[in-house]
Each structure stands twice: as C-alpha cells, then as structure tokens.
C-alpha cells in the first residue's frame, strides 16, 4: 500500500514538475536548444560555466516550486527526463554545487538528538572541509539538503508555531516537530540548523518512556538553556498528545462495536448484541476517565502558561521602567504625551466623521436647491456694506482702467456714419428711458 501511495506522489510531482518547466522555460521543447543542453561538460569551466549556472538555478527553482530542500540524485535525474533522454551533466552540477557549499549530504548532519558531542564533532569537522569529497567524486546515491531551501523552511516552521503560542518560547514533543517540519529527515535537519543558531534545543526524558522533545525560541533572542520546568512541560504536553490518542481509540472501538450491535439485531442474534453493547458501554466509562484526565492535564499546561506570560509582561515592564528611568523621563511627562496623543486621535475622528457626513450630504443636493442657495447669497450681497476707501479707491481705479482701454479699442473701430447715428439714437432713448425712471420714482416718493 504504502509503494503504491509513493507511485502516485511521484507520477503527480513529475506531472507537476513538467509543467512548471515550460513555463520557467519557454523553449523547454525545443529539440536544438535542449541537446545543447543535455551534453555533458568539456573543455574548461570557462566553457561550461552558464551552462552549469543554468542547470544549478533550474534545481534551486524546482525545489522551491515543490516546496522541498532535500533532495535525491536519482530524483532530479526524473524531474529533467525527456522521454528517457537525461542530462549527462547532472551528475557534474550536483558535485559542483556541493563544493561551492550550495548542498550538503544528510549523513554530514549533526545528530542533535544524540547529544552535545556529536554536535560538536560535527561542528569541528565541518568548519575543517575534511568530509567535503571533491569534484572528481561520482555523486552517492544519498539525500542532498539545500541550506537556502532549509533556512526558509527553518523559518516557515518557526512562524507555525508563532501563531500557536503567545510566549517567547514553546516546548513541543519530537512527534510534533516532525509533523511540522514535514518528516523525519527534514525534521532532524531543521533542528539542527535551528539549534546551531541558538534558536532550539532537543529535550530528552528518560524515565519509563524515552520522550523527545524540541524547546524552540519564537522571539528574536536565542535560548539561554533548558530548565527542570521545560522538561516537566514537555512530559505533559507529551502526556496530552498520549491521552488525545487514546480517546481516537476509544471512539473508533465505540464505533465499531455500534456497528457490530445494529448488525447483530438485524439477524436477531441478540447476545451478540448484548457483548457488543456492554463493550460499548465499557468504552463510554473509559473515554469519561480518559476525557477528565486530559481536562486535568490541560488545566495546569494552561496555569503554567499564564506564569510565562505574566513572567514576561512583568519584565517588559521592568525594562521599561529602567528605560524611563535612565533617560530621565518624568511619569507626568509621558502621561501628558498620551493624553496629547489621545486628543489627536480624538479630534482626527471628529474631522473624519464630518467630512464623510458633507460628502454623504452633498451627494443627496438637487440642481433647485442649489439655485435657491445662490438667490439667498445674492440677496445677502445686496445687503452687504460698502467697503473701505482703500477698497472703493482700488475698485474705482480698476473700473477707469477698464473704461479707458474699451474706449481706446472703440476709437480704433472705423464706424460707419449710419453706424455712428443708430449709436446716437440708442444712446438717446436710452438716456429718455433713464429719465422717465426717475421722474416715476420721484412722483412715487412725493
């Protein structure tokens, strides 16, 4: 079963792969272009050299497109298989790019679960090059872990946990981390690239059980170390995870012993039905005990949570109090600032609230209405005084201007004489008219 599931996760990766090759690649199916491509390296690194940076990003981009970092030899040889014909300068890419330190063999891998010793080893020997074959070597048939690759899963796991826990560490069983990090292998690989940050530590228990965790840092500090309490948090939280298995037990044997008593009565076998109902009901009994134990356990993880958070508010204030206190801040001073700040926010608002409600007023006027706003402001201008000297001296100098100019421009104009008569005529009657109206008014007045 389990070689069949592998098939199909390969057929869909390869499917998936090939598809991301065209379009990474636009000419991937070019017949001339990728046999220059396939053939092995020769001459000097000079000549092979863009070929070589070609092949190198593809593997990087692939893998990130799959969302691994470790990768095996015979796996990029399917990932580039066109039809049987592979790359000959695979092989030579995979040990170019494990002497430039872009890959890194899995057996090179601290063990972190071992101890500080081969942690240490490990170290000395890597910083020393002596396990880093060269060139010349053909590539084993082994797992390759890209440490670019590996340092964003590194963080991607980290972030995972950041949203399930609201301190600045957490403890989490082995089998945890392993589901996180995605299996074994990537597991133990981002453990070790944690821990040699300073970003994790592996918890052992050893006691009637051998129970494994990872203490992981979630804040930008590193772990000062582990304490009794970490291991004694790993033992529930492992005592949890025991218990939340147990229940799933619990509630498939109920079920299916539910289904054995219906089958039993519907051929009318009833003391088949009767065992199953009694293992039934000894299945409800010991999922209420199971049930109250992990609400137990629960409880304390949850009292020694808010410990650690209490733990860290209190020295977030401590730190803020000496912070104040060493660059001479008075209480009174960053109370008034806050108040000030407040006030701001405050008025903001307001000033945000009344321009909405003008735009949501003016979206609602009508043509009539705004014709009635400007009858009154006319009528209001009317009535308004007439303004200082200074202003009319201004105004009546604006208007001589005007006058001169537009007499000037008329002079220019060579009228007619019967043009120059129906001016004269025009002129007349509209000063007779101008007349009559005043002698109207005064007649009114008197």
Not at 11 to 19: G, I, Y
Not at 56 to 79: E, Y
Not at 255 to 271: C, D, I
């Amino acid at each position: 079963m389990g070689k069949i599931q592998d098939d199909v996760t390969g057929e869909k990766e390869e499917v998936s792969v090939m598809e991301y090759l065209r379009k990474q690649v636009p000419d991937w199916d070019d017949e001339v272009k990728c046999t220059a491509r396939f053939k092995a390296f020769s001459g000097q690194r000079t000549d092979w050299e863009p070929l070589y940076v070609f092949w190198r990003d593809l593997i990087l981009n692939v893998a990130r497109h799959l969302h691994i970092f470790i990768i095996r030899p015979s796996q990029v040889h399917v990932w580039f298989d066109r039809g049987g014909l592979v790359p000959l300068c695979l092989g030579q890419v995979l040990l170019e790019m494990y002497a430039a330190g872009e890959l890194l063999r899995t057996v090179g891998v601290a063990d972190t679960a071992g101890g500080w010793v081969p942690q240490i080893f490990w170290r000395v020997v890597n910083l020393g090059g002596l396990l880093r074959p060269s060139t010349q070597e053909n590539p084993a048939e082994d797992y390759y872990i890209i440490p670019v690759l590996l340092k964003e899963k590194a963080l991607q796991v980290v972030q995972v946990l950041s949203e399930s826990h609201w301190t600045a560490f957490c403890v989490i069983t082995w089998r945890k981390f392993q589901e996180i990090s995605g299996g074994l292998k990537e597991a133990h690989a981002v453990l070790n690239h944690l821990c040699e940050h300073g970003k994790a530590k592996h918890l052992v228990i050893n006691k009637k059980d051998l129970i494994e965790g990872v203490k992981v840092s979630l804040s930008a500090r590193a772990l000062s170390g582990t304490t009794s309490l970490d291991l004694d948090v790993l033992h529930l939280i492992w005592t949890v995870e025991k218990l939340e298995h147990q229940l799933n037990v619990i509630d498939q044997r109920w079920k299916r012993s539910r289904a054995s008593a219906l089958a039993s009565l519907e051929l009318g076998n009833k003391q088949v039905a009767l065992k199953c109902a009694r293992e039934m009901k000894l299945a409800s009994l010991s999922r209420e005990k199971c049930t109250a134990l992990l609400n137990r356990v629960e409880e304390v993880l949850a009292v020694i949570a808010d410990a650690e958070a209490s733990k860290e508010v209190a020295e977030a204030i401590r730190i803020g109090t000496q912070a104040i206190k060493e660059n001479g801040i008075n209480y009174d001073e960053v109370e008034l600032c806050l108040q000030e700040l407040n006030e701001c926010i405050e008025s903001q608002k307001q000033i945000e609230e009344i321009l909405g409600c003008s735009n949501a007023a003016g979206a609602e006027i009508e043509d009539e209405d705004i014709e009635e706003e400007l009858k009154e402001l006319e009528m209001n201008f009317a009535e308004v005084p007439t303004q200082t000297s200074t202003g009319v001296d201004a105004v009546v100098a604006g208007t001589q201007e005007t006058a001169d100019a537009l007499s000037e421009s008329l002079s220019k104009l060579h009228l007619t004489h019967h043009a120059r008569k129906d001016l004269e005529v025009e002129d007349a009657e509209e000063s007779m008219g101008a007349m009559s109206k005043d002698g109207n008014r005064e007649a009114v007045l008197s």
